[in-house]
């Protein structure tokens, strides 16, 4: 009884939360100014708006934006998890082997929790040790970058005592513009809708 | 930033330029920009069950949470964050609401000390960041929150504090400093709003190694543990569900914040 009484006041709470928040006072406006040419076209949907610089695996400088007019498949990972990760990589696998001629210029993004231990270097490593292609970018970036682009992506995480990070696992589809179009919670999940999301960003 | 320059000018001299900085410093400072030490210590945070206990290194914590008016003066320097100029990805559209169309020549909101609300997580993070701060922490938080209100002994006063505030409704927010002061010369961290905290997102609900179920689970076996003496947890477990329905560019009108700084 006590349980269903906290239950259904939390409940309350957080619907009264999405009903307060009040009416659209403006939308749509133009864009404020943004550091780089390249990023002043960008939807306001469009992630690639966090300008952040990133370190990709072979060490060179890399911003999102770069990801533009790409289809996009993309995660969040470290490469010292020895459970979740590598079933999280495999289902990106299991999904690129399904690719064909049209998906050519589909990346895969794995942006890395841990921003003390997956130096470039290490990403490299981890790439080749997992045999991944020229079409997948491993990223490492400072704390409030991971942090940042946690939230636009949604996906929580904590890190632990002993270094490690709990998070959630998923997987997300951008389209050409950075804007997500499908996102999958979830280890060990078949590639059909992915696939099916990606079929309709290409 | 004042840094001594480092030249042959003799130990006194450079004393007497440090302490005309400070004082310069000093009278600059609005007073809603103080802040408080928070002590090093260590607490139990709600969500790690009974036995862990939770280092908290010394830092320093706003006063009082972010007015109104601190956020216009925000909005000016900073007009990408502007209701009509933010981006939607970083704030949805319930973002500064409750302000006037015209707020920029608003005299009222310029005076107005009420916390702001209707701010998303990447507002705050932002408004933090120029002031040359921080948003608190996850722990930082609930720690510098569990100190009394300054004169109390009796745990049970905070507790009536939150319970009375959760109970009530408050569709208009009084000014900052009107519910309580803690321990540590922090006001209303009850009373008046929900904050954000920089790691809301940190309670982890779909991973490997806690089922979405269990970590639900773990939020009741809190909430079942709760006798009438301890109403206190039953206030956590409402805010720690409160904070894992949210996400980052969420508004709402019982949401503001305030700002934490490191010690080096």
């Avoid at chain 2, 209100?149 to 319970?163: F, H, M, Q, V, Y």
């Avoid at chain 2, 803690?182 to 940190?202: K, P, R, T």
Wanted: proline share 4%.
């Amino acid at each position: 009884m006590k349980i269903a009484v906290v239950f259904s006041f939390a409940v309350l709470l957080s619907f009264s939360a999405l009903a307060q928040s009040g009416p659209a006072k403006s939308c749509c406006s133009s864009l404020a100014a943004s550091p780089t040419t390249k990023q002043q076209d960008l939807l306001e949907t469009s992630i690639y708006q966090l300008d952040h610089q990133w370190k990709d695996q072979y060490n060179q400088p890399f911003q999102l934006v770069e990801l533009k007019g790409k289809p996009v498949v993309m995660t969040m990972i470290f490469t010292h998890c020895e459970y979740a990760c590598p079933m999280m990589v495999n289902d990106l696998k299991n999904i690129e082997v399904q690719l064909t001629k049209k998906h050519k210029d589909v990346e895969f993004v794995l942006i890395s929790f841990d921003h003390l231990r997956d130096t470039p270097e290490r990403l490299l490593e981890y790439a080749k040790a997992q045999g991944l292609g020229e079409n997948w970018i491993l990223l490492h970036g400072d704390a409030e970058q991971v942090k940042e682009i946690s939230l636009v992506l949604d996906i929580s995480y904590e890190q632990m005592e002993n270094g490690a990070f709990a998070h959630a696992n998923k997987k997300l589809v951008l389209d050409k513009e950075g804007t997500i179009v499908f996102e999958l919670e979830g280890l060990q999940t078949k590639p059909k809708a992915i696939l099916d999301a990606l079929n309709k960003v290409l | 930033m004042l840094k001594p320059v480092e030249t042959n000018i003799n130990m006194s001299f450079k004393r007497i330029i440090w302490i005309i900085g400070v004082l310069l410093i000093g009278t600059k400072l609005p007073a809603q920009d103080e802040m408080k030490l928070i002590p090093a210590g260590s607490y139990k945070p709600f969500i790690k069950g009974a036995t862990e206990k939770l280092v908290v290194e010394a830092f320093m914590l706003d006063k009082y949470a972010v007015t109104n008016a601190d956020f216009l003066e925000f909005v000016k320097a900073n007009p990408a964050w502007a209701p009509d100029k933010v981006k939607a990805l970083f704030a949805d559209p319930g973002y500064l609401s409750h302000w006037p169309e015209d707020y920029l020549g608003d005299k009222s909101l310029e005076a107005n000390k009420a916390p702001v609300v209707n701010v998303s997580w990447f507002a705050a993070n932002a408004y933090c960041k120029w002031k040359n701060k921080r948003l608190p922490t996850m722990h930082e938080w609930e720690y510098a929150a569990l100190a009394l209100p300054k004169g109390e002994t009796d745990s049970a006063s905070l507790t009536r504090i939150n319970t009375d505030w959760y109970s009530r409704k408050t569709p208009q927010h009084a000014e900052v400093g009107s519910s309580y002061e803690n321990q540590y010369g922090i006001w209303d961290m009850y009373g008046l709003i929900w904050e954000w905290v920089y790691d809301f997102n940190s309670v982890v609900s779909n991973d490997a190694s806690r089922s979405s179920e269990e970590v639900v689970a773990g939020l009741f076996c809190g909430s079942a543990s709760l006798n009438a003496s301890d109403a206190s947890d039953y206030a956590s477990f409402i805010r720690f569900s409160y904070r894992g329905s949210l996400k980052g560019k969420y508004t709402t009108r019982n949401m503001g914040f305030r700002c934490a700084k490191s010690i080096n």
